[in-house]
């Protein structure tokens, strides 16, 4: 088993900054993937960003070149920094941790981009 806690969420203004942290603990050797994902209300829940155990990342499409993942393995947390903000951020970031045979979910923490 793993857990994740997620922390950073909050309200800003558009072009503002937010840092988003996920910890994780638990079974963390299983993990070969962390990532975060987004859901918006009424819409489905879309990959953000995601960084694999040897220290690939891949981003979608629309927060390429304002977002970035990196992870401090030695604190066992992953990270994302948001710049550049715009109101269609706004959504719930969840943390995820991938195995390769099972995933994990973070509580999820609420992010609010006003404009």
């Known amino acids: 088993q793993v857990q994740l806690v997620e922390s950073g969420g909050g309200l800003v203004q558009a072009g503002g900054s937010l840092r988003l942290s996920c910890a994780a603990s638990?079974?963390?050797?299983?993990?070969?993937?962390m990532g975060w994902y987004r859901q918006a209300p009424g819409k489905q829940r879309e990959l953000v960003a995601a960084?694999?155990?040897?220290?690939?990342?891949n981003y979608a499409d629309a927060v390429k070149g304002r977002f970035t993942i990196s992870r401090d393995n030695a604190k066992n947390t992953v990270y994302l920094q948001m710049n550049s903000l715009k109101p269609e951020d706004t959504a719930v970031y969840y943390c995820?941790?991938?195995?390769?045979?099972?995933?994990?979910w973070g509580q999820g923490t609420q992010v609010t981009v006003s404009s």
């Open positions: 995820n941790a991938n195995s390769g045979i099972n995933a994990y």
């Open positions: 638990g079974s963390i050797f299983s993990i070969i993937v």
């Open positions: 960084t694999t155990r040897g220290g690939s990342t």
